[in-house]
Antibody, heavy 121, light 107 residues
Framework: EVQLVESGGGLVQPGGSLRLSCSAS????????MHWVRQAPGKGLECVSA????????YYADSVKGRFTISRDNSKNTLYLQMSSLSVGDTAVYYC??????????????WGQGTMLTVSS | DIQLTQSPSFLSASVGDRVTITCRAS??????LDWYQQKPGKAPKVLIY???TLQSGVPSRFSGSGSGTEFTLTISSLQPEDSATYYC?????????FGQGTKVEIK
């Protein structure tokens, strides 16, 4: 079965750190570009970070640059998001997403169920 | 960053109605636009990619069109299970931004 399963969310105090993990199965993870997309409660979707298939290229939204680090372990079929200096504004459901290349671009065709991060004192 | 503006933000329509959602980009993005459907408590699901290509398994009542800066998602005959929020997303340049969403309600 093709799936992505996130873990690691929870309640963190402002200024704290947390690492999210995403375990992939049912597709060739090592050939896939991967993304983290977040959704604050009652709000829209925001791409926060991306990584290419071999981990050599990464992207970050300005809102998280310098605080979040995306990485992957292709031997474990796992994607990570290390988050630090967390603030209330980082409170959201974080989705792990596979981007499949199509037509010279891509499509977010596999989504995890999401993991909730709450930043609060 | 490229801004995407969807209209309307909310619409209410009856079963069988034809529904159209518009997505306008702040600059040209060729055909690098996808459409997603999200139901409460669930992850988004891709409907259309590359502006007009129907994702495998998605009902044919969904269609997409447009290029450059203006795009549309059309539901030809609205069904009860189409009650959801719809998002457009551009993949022309990172960050891959989303529109603010259009909530579709069934009357």
């Amino acid at each position: 079965e093709v799936q992505l399963v996130e873990s690691g969310g929870g309640l963190v105090q402002p200024g704290g750190s947390l690492r999210l993990s995403c375990s992939a199965s049912g597709f060739t993870f090592s050939s896939s570009a991967m993304h983290w997309v977040r959704q604050a409660p009652g709000k829209g979707l925001e791409c926060v970070s991306a990584i290419n298939s071999n981990g050599g290229t990464t992207y970050y939204a300005d809102s998280v640059k310098g605080r979040f680090t995306i990485s992957r372990d292709n031997s474990k079929n796992t994607l990570y998001l290390q988050m630090s200096s967390l603030s209330v504004g980082d409170t959201a459901v974080y989705y792990c997403v596979r981007m499949r290349p199509v037509a010279g671009t891509g499509v977010f065709d596999i989504w995890g169920q999401g993991t909730m991060l709450t930043v609060s004192s | 960053d490229i801004q995407l503006t969807q209209s309307p933000s909310f619409l209410s329509a009856s079963v069988g109605d034809r529904v159209t959602i518009t997505c306008r980009a702040s600059q040209g993005i060729s055909s690098y636009l996808d459409w997603y459907q999200q139901k409460p408590g669930k992850a988004p699901k891709v409907l259309i990619y590359a502006a007009s290509t129907l994702q495998s398994g998605v009902p044919s009542r969904f269609s997409g069109s447009g290029s450059g800066t203006e795009f549309t998602l059309t539901i030809s005959s609205l069904q009860p299970e189409d009650s959801a929020t719809y998002y457009c997303q551009q993949l022309n340049s990172y960050p891959w931004t989303f529109g603010q969403g259009t909530k579709v309600e069934i009357k």
